[in-house]
């Protein structure tokens, strides 16, 4: 390809296509290597999963309210306790998996019913 023959928008679009692959590049090194920050590894969730760890995260270590929950992540749309245990298990099987300094905390109230929950970071560990 001859890069004099390109029109000036067809060369910001090389150009653009060509910053994208560099960056995928790069993400993965970082990843094999162990070397992605947390937000790195969150923007690789799930939508909704991002959008629930997120709305913890912007709480900075209080108690989000289901209610709040569903307001940020669902719009509005009432979820079951069950589903939350349920969304939240697959959420910590990913940090899991994806070594995500990361753990959910359950807030309860004294008879056991979920308030919400809270997001703490952690170090992780250097053998």
Avoid: H
């Avoid at 928008?9 to 994208?20: G, S, V």
């Avoid at 913890?56 to 307001?71: P, S």
């Avoid at 719009?75 to 939240?88: L, P, T, W």
């Amino acid at each position: 390809m001859n890069l004099n023959d390109l029109s000036l928008p067809e060369l910001e679009a090389q150009q653009e296509r060509l910053l994208n692959r560099l960056c995928r590049v790069r993400a993965e090194i970082q990843r094999r290597e162990g070397t992605e920050n947390v937000e790195q590894q969150l923007a690789r969730l799930p939508k909704k999963q991002r959008a629930f760890v997120s709305t913890l995260l912007d709480a900075r270590g209080r108690t989000v309210t289901l209610m709040d929950i569903e307001k940020d992540v669902w719009n509005g749309s009432n979820k079951s306790e069950d589903y939350f245990r349920a969304f939240v298990g697959r959420i910590e099987k990913t940090f899991g998996q994806e070594n995500i300094p990361l753990l959910i905390d359950i807030s309860r109230r004294e008879n056991g019913d979920v308030i919400g929950y809270k997001i703490k970071r952690f170090k992780k560990k250097s053998f």
